[in-house]
């Protein structure tokens, strides 16, 4: 068995009876879910991995994540497949995922864990940078780019420090996103 098929049966075995995946427990969060569904995205066309992929998106439709992080994961997750997140399907409380996400940037392009915080997290940041570039190469018809999205937040990251950049990168802030409606 080669890796790539063996650490596919991991992640499948470890689907839980509604859907989604959890780091531990029997209730699906909404990072492991997500995490699963980037793993799993390049092997959709297997039968098995369809059909958990197309549960797991069911279960996406009743997560309500309560942080940043666990709203990024997802976002990441469905760019991965194709889905846009921003549509009325993945929508809870009147904002699709990515408004959601949104809430929690601030001016200065910083990411909040919680909606609570009063300053931007490091993690949450970053992996708030990713989700949206991951959004925008969906946008941009470039399905399934979401590992080249993190490459080109690194090389833009590594670009500024090189040119004596006080600022790490490009942020929600100085650069707006569109968000295509439905």
């Known amino acids: 068995v080669s890796q790539s098929r ?3 049966q991991q992640i499948l075995a470890k689907q839980l009876s509604d859907g989604g995946w959890s780091f531990n427990g029997n209730t699906a969060d909404p990072d492991m879910t997500g995490m699963a569904l980037a793993a799993l995205s390049p092997y959709y066309s297997q039968v098995n991995v369809q059909s958990a992929i197309e549960k797991a998106v069911e279960k996406i439709k009743t997560l ?7 709203l990024q994961q997802l976002i990441i997750g469905l760019c991965a497949l194709g889905i846009n997140p921003a549509t009325a399907e993945f929508s ?8 959601h996400l949104l809430d929690y940037a601030l001016a200065d392009g910083q990411f909040k864990y919680l909606k609570s ?3 931007g997290n490091g993690m949450a940041t970053q992996q708030g940078l990713y989700a949206l570039t991951a959004f925008k190469h969906l946008t941009q018809s470039q399905v399934g780019q979401i590992y080249f999205a993190l490459a080109d937040f690194g090389t833009v990251y590594e ?3 090189r ?4 600022s790490p ?7 707006p996103i569109t968000v295509p409606q439905e």
């Open 169 to 175: 990168a490009p942020t929600p802030a100085s650069q």
């Open 92 to 99: 809870f409380n009147g904002k699709h995922l990515i408004e």
């Open 163 to 166: 040119n004596g950049s006080p």
């Open 64 to 70: 309500r994540p309560s942080n940043s992080n666990s």
């Open 6 to 8: 063996y650490n596919i």
């Open 159 to 161: 670009q500024s420090y």
């Open 117 to 119: 915080d009063e300053n």
